[in-house]
């Protein structure tokens, strides 16, 4: 069925699923995630595991993030990362 | 009992109100047998007066029926807006001497005169104000307890005048009445006449029981009417706010297709107002002023009230399909005019897995989706969609979009 001319064209709005949250991140000694917190207080990481980079996009705004797969206290199981281009640390549900 | 419930009531009645409404429009209809069409029957006669009457033309005809028996008789097509506000204009001048008004059909209206002694008097002022108010020639008042009495009254009244059944006198003033005068149907009317009654007193001279083994409940009620041992309270009720959405068209529509789209389009907007948040509607309207005058207006009292659209409107689309406009449409107005508290998402819910049971689950989510996102204006299911699976950036991998089923 074709559309109306005159019917306003609209795209059904598209939300991110598993957009990234702002977090705070202190670091270790050696430069790994120790403490995260998205409010007071915070948790502290128990566990580093897998550690991997991404770069992207480098031929319009490049993308460049850290990855830092992390079991908080509690056992919860999160998804880290730095954007290398801002400096800024974010939180991901693991995929 | 409430505020608003009155246990004496003055009942107003003008008779043939559609008719006389079209003739103080056009006064050569009161020299002229006249009849009004059918709103609903299209070919049928709806009122007929009192020229036309004594022609043979009676209510229910076909017009050929008529103009065979009358060939010089006026015909009206029905502009059931127009009587509709006008009678509304009727309530609202006697909502001035009573808080409580009762409107029973068009033309008949029953007000609640309890407390009204002392601002006005006796009943006969009570009456006397009334009329003052509404000075319609063909205005007939009765007064007395309970609805029934005051109609019977009412009816028995000349054009102009009242009748008063002072309290203690219901049952003598009863007696003497024919039996047309109770709310019954064809059948059962001739039954009562086959029986020999033609009288209230007639009736309730039978035994109760008598006539409620030969009547059932029906004749249980009408003999405790026609005995006066029942009273029934006149009950104002607080009128709604109505809720409509209206449009004009371009040029005038008569395609039942567009008109059946249009009603979906407005009855979507006025489900959209914010005042019907946390409301579902029970009655919902449509009216239509058509191309060459006249109008066309049908009314639906859902069983079950809905916030739906789909359930809005097919009441209003079987009545497009089988009693149409007569005529191209200009305008054309949804309105919803009677509510009922909205239930909450958990009992949205659960009818609708009874719905799942009987009609298949798909079909009751695509009701509970659309009802939820109508209640909320916002939508609050979605669907998660693939965007770009491949990407090594977790956030553009899937996306989520209202959820439509």
């Known amino acids: 069925m074709v559309p109306p001319a005159r019917a306003p064209l609209r795209a059904d709005p598209l939300r991110a699923l598993n957009a990234p949250q702002p977090v705070r991140v202190e670091l270790d000694g050696r430069g790994l995630p120790a403490r995260v917190a998205r409010a007071a207080g915070g948790k502290r990481v128990e566990t580093v595991g897998e550690i991997w980079r991404v770069d992207d996009e480098w031929w319009r705004a490049p993308i460049a993030r850290r990855y830092y797969e992390v079991v908080l206290e509690g056992g919860a199981r999160v998804v880290l990362f730095e954007d290398l281009v801002t400096g800024a640390w974010w939180l991901q549900r693991p995929a | ?405």
């Open chain 2, 1 to 405: 009992m409430s505020l608003l419930s009155s246990e004496t009531a003055a009942c107003c009645w003008i008779p043939l109100f559609a008719l006389r409404c079209e003739a103080a429009r056009r006064p050569e209809l009161v020299s002229r047998p006249a009849a009004l069409l059918a709103p609903e029957a299209a070919g049928r006669l709806w009122q007929v007066s009192p020229l036309a009457h004594r022609a043979g033309v009676r209510p229910g005809m076909t017009v050929g029926q008529a103009i065979g028996l009358c060939p010089s008789l006026q015909l009206c097509e029905p502009d059931p807006i127009h009587y509709e506000a006008e009678f509304a204009r009727l309530l609202a001048m006697l909502g001035a001497v009573s808080p409580a008004v009762e409107p029973a059909e068009l033309g008949r209206a029953y007000v609640g005169t309890d407390g009204l002694e002392g601002l006005y008097g006796s009943p006969q002022r009570i009456v006397a104000e009334i009329r003052r108010r509404i000075a319609h020639p063909a205005l007939r008042l009765g007064w007395g307890r309970g609805k029934f009495v005051s109609w019977v009254a009412a009816s028995r009244a000349a054009p102009g005048g009242a009748v008063v059944v002072s309290p203690g006198e219901e049952r003598a003033f009863l007696a003497a009445q024919p039996i047309a005068v109770l709310p019954l149907d064809p059948a059962t009317y001739r039954r009562l006449r086959r029986l020999g009654v033609t009288t209230l007193g007639g009736l309730a001279a039978l035994p109760e029981e008598a006539v409620a083994a030969q009547f059932g409940r029906l004749g249980r009620r009408l003999w405790r009417l026609a005995a006066g041992a029942v009273v029934e309270p006149v009950v104002g009720r607080p009128a709604p706010e109505p809720i409509v959405a209206a449009l004009r068209f371009f040029a005038p529509v008569a395609d039942r297709a567009a008109l059946g789209q249009a009603l979906d389009r407005l009855a979507d907007r006025a489900l959209r107002d914010p005042r019907r948040t946390g409301w579902r509607v029970r009655v919902v309207r449509a009216e239509a002023d058509l191309e060459h005058g006249g109008s066309w207006a049908v009314t639906a009292t859902l069983k079950e009230p809905s916030a739906e659209r789909a359930r809005l409107t097919a009441p209003l689309r079987t009545r497009l399909e089988y009693a149409p406009p007569a005529g191209a449409v200009e305008r054309l107005a949804v309105a919803f005019t009677a509510f009922a508290p909205g239930t909450t998402a958990l009992q949205l819910f659960a009818r609708d897995a009874q719905a799942a049971a009987r009609a298949g689950r798909r079909r009751a989510l695509r009701e509970a989706a659309r009802e939820i996102r109508l209640r909320l204006r916002r939508p609050l299911l979605f669907r998660v969609v693939e965007v770009q699976p491949w990407s090594r950036l977790p956030e553009r991998r899937y996306a989520l979009i209202p959820f439509a089923p």
